[in-house]
C-alpha cells in the first residue's frame, strides 16, 4: 500500500547536537509538511513544500530546516537541538490541487526527546 | 493568518449519547473546514470534511455543521461507541489558492466515551 514513513521513530538527543528527522513518502504525492504535536498545543506547521523547488515556512519554524530532496523524501533538521524541541513530529502529504482531495495523509510519527 | 479555538478540549460521554465539539476561525476567506482522529498511539486520519458552499454533511453517525456568519463550524457524533475515543482535530484553510493545502489546526478534543 502506498504509505508516509518516518525514520527514525524515537530518538533521544543531548542539547546543541545536530539531528534530521526523515520522511518518504510512495502516494505520488507533490505537497509535504512537517507539524509538531504537543500536548495541549494541537499540531502545529513547522514547514510545507508544494513540490521540490518549494519551501515554505510554517507557524513555527525558528531553530529547524528542511530539505526537499526529491518528490517523495522531505527531511527536517535540527541544527543545534534544545530541551523545548522534545516533541512528537508528523510527517504529512497531500496530493495536487487540481482536481484532487485536500485530504492530508499522515506519517507514524517521530517521538524525540531532547536533553 | 488564521487563528482556530477549539472547545472543549475533554469531552466525556456514556455509550450511546452523543458528542459535540466546537470550533471557531478567524479568517474569513477560510473554506475547506477538515476533522481528524487521532487514536491513541496512532497517527491522525480524517474522518469528514466541509467546504464552504454546504452548510452540513453527514457520514453515518458523523456530521458537521458549518455557520459561516459566525464563522464556527462543529462536529456531531451520534449514538457514540468504545471505539470514538480519540483525540480530535478541527482545521481550517483556503480552498482553491496556492496555500489552499496548508492547514490551521485546533488545539484538540479529547473524546471519551464510558460503558
Not at chain 1, 504537543?38 to 515554505?56: A, E, H, T
Not at chain 2, 453515518?60 to 480530535?88: C, G, M, W
Request: proline share 4%; net charge positive.
Amino acid at each position: 500500500d502506498a504509505d508516509v514513513t518516518q525514520t527514525p521513530r524515537n530518538r533521544i538527543t543531548k542539547t546543541g547536537k545536530r539531528i534530521m528527522l526523515e520522511c518518504s513518502q510512495t502516494k505520488g504525492h507533490d505537497r509535504m509538511y512537517w507539524y509538531r504535536q504537543d500536548p495541549g498545543l494541537g499540531l502545529r506547521l513547522i514547514y510545507y513544500s508544494f513540490d521540490v523547488k518549494d519551501i515554505n515556512k510554517g507557524e513555527i519554524s525558528d531553530g529547524y530546516s528542511v530539505s526537499r530532496q526529491a518528490q517523495a523524501k522531505f527531511s527536517l533538521s535540527l541544527e543545534s537541538a534544545i530541551p523545548n524541541q522534545t516533541a512528537l513530529y508528523f510527517c504529512a502529504t497531500s496530493g495536487p490541487r487540481t482536481g484532487g482531495s485536500y485530504e492530508q495523509y499522515f506519517g507514524p510519527g517521530t517521538r524525540l526527546t531532547v536533553t | 493568518g488564521e487563528n482556530v479555538e477549539q472547545h472543549p478540549s475533554t469531552l466525556s460521554v456514556q455509550e450511546g449519547d452523543s458528542a459535540v465539539i466546537k470550533c471557531t476561525y478567524s479568517d474569513s476567506a477560510s473554506n475547506y473546514f477538515p476533522w481528524y482522529k487521532q487514536e491513541l498511539g496512532k497517527r491522525p486520519q480524517l474522518i469528514i470534511d466541509i467546504r464552504s458552499n454546504v452548510g452540513e454533511k453527514k457520514d453515518q453517525r458523523i456530521a458537521v455543521t458549518l455557520n459561516k456568519t459566525a464563522k464556527h463550524f462543529s462536529l456531531h457524533i451520534t449514538e457514540t461507541q468504545p471505539e470514538d475515543s480519540a483525540v480530535y482535530f478541527c482545521a481550517a484553510s483556503r480552498f482553491g489558492t496556492g496555500t489552499a493545502s496548508k492547514l490551521t489546526f485546533g488545539t484538540g478534543t479529547r473524546l471519551q466515551v464510558t460503558l
